[in-house]
């Protein structure tokens, strides 16, 4: 098992702060042009000591998602790639 600190709550909280800043953030700079607010859950999650999680409507678009966040780091050299 990871010695990451990472526990259920903790990242149900992380999750509910991180949907309210994103509501926070889009009532803020809502405008006419700007479509409803999507699914507020973040579609790419880090957790050090242990990796990533990536969420998307099936296997195939979860897949894209991950290769989208780990490609910049591969990019910059700064990933563990």
């Known amino acids: 098992m ?3 600190k990472c526990s259920k ?3 149900k ?3 509910e702060q ?4 994103l509501r926070r953030v889009l009532h ?3 405008t006419r042009e700007l ?3 999507r699914d ?8 050090p000591g242990l990796g990533m999680i990536a969420f998307g409507k099936d296997k195939s678009e979860s897949r894209v998602t991950a290769e989208f966040t780990t ?5 910059s050299g700064r990933g563990s790639h």
């Open 18 to 21: 991180y949907r309210q800043g």
């Open 2 to 4: 990871s010695t990451s």
């Open 13 to 15: 909280a992380g999750l």
């Open 71 to 75: 490609a910049p780091s591969r990019c």
């Open 35 to 37: 479509a409803a607010m």
């Open 40 to 47: 507020p859950n973040p579609t790419v999650i880090l957790i």
């Open 28 to 30: 803020q700079v809502q």
């Open 9 to 11: 709550p903790k990242l």
